[in-house]
């Protein structure tokens, strides 16, 4: 399962760090991407661990994935945020063998989220 935690209020031009951590599958075996979901919208990729390419416009150069594999817990660290980066932000991880890229529905496990409020 994931666990995704980290969310919280912050004024825009702020920084939060959010945190996914992994139990009952090996870390190594797998991708984890974040995504997010914002009031009334469909879900949406944020950011993708195997490229930037793949992440979300609004996003890059502001978000960034790092891991430590030690405590099998992926990060995503969010400079500078927007009112419009307000959304409840998953993780999800799929089996490197069959990872086809950053895909809402392509995903083999999915945290429960963690709500990201950016005030104006």
């Known amino acids: 399962q994931l666990q995704a935690s980290g969310g919280g209020l912050v004024q825009a031009g702020g920084s939060l760090r959010l945190s996914c951590t992994a139990s009952g599958f090996r870390f190594d075996e797998y991708y984890i991407d974040w995504f997010r979901q914002a009031p009334g919208k469909e879900r949406e990729r944020a950011s993708c661990?195997?490229?930037?390419?793949y992440s979300a416009d609004s996003v890059k150069g502001r978000f960034t994935i790092s891991s430590d594999n030690a405590k099998n817990t992926v990060y995503l660290q969010m400079n500078n945020l927007k009112p419009e980066d307000t959304a409840v932000y998953y993780c999800?991880?799929?089996?490197?063998?069959?990872?086809?890229?950053?895909?809402?529905?392509?995903?083999?496990?999915w945290g429960k989220g963690t709500l990201v409020t950016v005030s104006s």
């Open positions: 999800a991880a799929k089996n490197k063998y069959y990872y086809m890229g950053c895909n809402v529905n392509g995903m083999d496990y």
């Open positions: 661990v195997r490229s930037r390419t």
